[in-house]
C-alpha cells in the first residue's frame, strides 16, 4: 500500500500532520493516560467508591472541591495547594475555609495513582475524575472526563476571594460570574442542581431563615431555625436538598419552586427572575437536568486548564515540586 506514495509526498503529510495539530496542544482529551497509566481511571474509581461508601457527603464534597478549583486560574489544581511562607494560597479564601472538603481523598487517590505511574497523572486530572465518580457513587449523572490537565505552580487566596460566588449573590451577579468563565445561565442553573446533595453551615443560611422578608416558606424556616439559632452555632450543619440529601436527584428544583431553597443563592434561580422556566423544566424532567449538568460539568472542567508543557505533575497535591 505505502509504495503507491512517494516519499516527499509522504514527508509532507506528516510535516501537516504536525502543523494541523499544534493547536490541539491546548485540547484535553478522554484518552490522555491511555498509554502512559492505563489504569489510571480505575484505581481513582476505587479510591473514590471506597471514600464515598465510608462517607456518603464525601460525593457532594468532591463534586463541590472540583468546581472551586476550576473557578479560581482554571482547573489546574490550585486549591489543592497548603499556603507556605511565600504563598497565600486558596484554601482558607473566604469560600473556602471551614467550608471546603475531600484534600485526603485527593492525597489518597494520588499516592494510589503514583504507586502505579509516577509522574504522570496530574492532581488537576484526579480532582476532575473524583468529581465524575463522586457523582456516579450517588446516583448521580456520569460523563466522559477529558483529561490533560496540568498541576499550577502557584495559588492565590485573593483571586479565590474574588472568583468564587458567595451565598448572598444576587442572580445578576451569579450570571454574570458564570457567564465570566464561559457558563450560560442554564449552565450555572444545572450545576447549582449539585445542591441536591451535601450540607451548608448555619452561618451560610442564617440571614435566610431569620429575615422575616425572605422568599421562603415559613414551616421551612421554621425548622431550619431549631438546629441554627439567631447567635451562635455557626457550623451547624443543615442538608442542602431536604428530601433526598444524600443522592443525586432533581428534588432541589422543586424543593425550590415550593420556597424551600436553602440558601438565598439557591431561591434566587427561582424567585420571578429569567430563571425560573430553567427551574420549572428541571423539575419536572430529571432526564434533561441529568444531560444537562452532565454537559455543564465537561464545560467546567474545560475552563483555562494547564495543558503541554505548562505548569507541571505534582508528586504530592499539596505542595509544589
Ligand atoms: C451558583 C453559585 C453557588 C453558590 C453561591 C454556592 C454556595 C454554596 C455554599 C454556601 C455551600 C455550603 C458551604 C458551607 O456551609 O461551608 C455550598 C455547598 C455545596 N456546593 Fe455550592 N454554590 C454554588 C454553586 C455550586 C456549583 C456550581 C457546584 C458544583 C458544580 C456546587 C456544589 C456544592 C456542593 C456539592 C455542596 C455541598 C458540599 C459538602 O457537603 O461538602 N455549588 N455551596
Ligand atoms: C478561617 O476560619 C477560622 C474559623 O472560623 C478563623 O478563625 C480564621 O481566622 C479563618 N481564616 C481566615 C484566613 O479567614
Ligand atoms: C419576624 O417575625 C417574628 C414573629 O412573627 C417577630 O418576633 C420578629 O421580631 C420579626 N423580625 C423582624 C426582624 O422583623
Known sequence: MGSRFSFPFMVLTIVLMIFSCLPCQA????SFYDNTCPNALSSIRTTIRSAVSRERRMAASLVRL???DCFVQG???SILLDDTPTMTGEKLARNNNQSVRGFEVVDDAKAEVESICPGVVSCADIVAVAARDASVAVGGPSWT???GRRDSTSASRNLANANLPSFTDSLES??????SKGLSARDMVALSGSHTIGQARCLTFRGRIYDNASDIDAGFATTRRRQCPATGGDGNLAPLDLVTPNSFDNNYFKNLIQKKGLLQSDQVLFSGGS???IVNEYSRSPSTFSSD???AMVKMGDID???GSQGEIRRRCNVVN
Not at 27 to 30: A, I, K, T
Open 27 to 30: 485540547q484535553l482529551s478522554s
Open 145 to 147: 472526563v477529558k483529561l
Open 275 to 277: 430563571t425560573d422556566s
Open 174 to 179: 451569579l450570571i454574570s460570574l458564570f457567564d
Open 66 to 68: 472540583h468546581f472551586h
Open 305 to 307: 486548564p494547564l495543558t
Open 75 to 77: 482547573c489546574d489544581g
Open 293 to 295: 449538568f452532565a454537559s
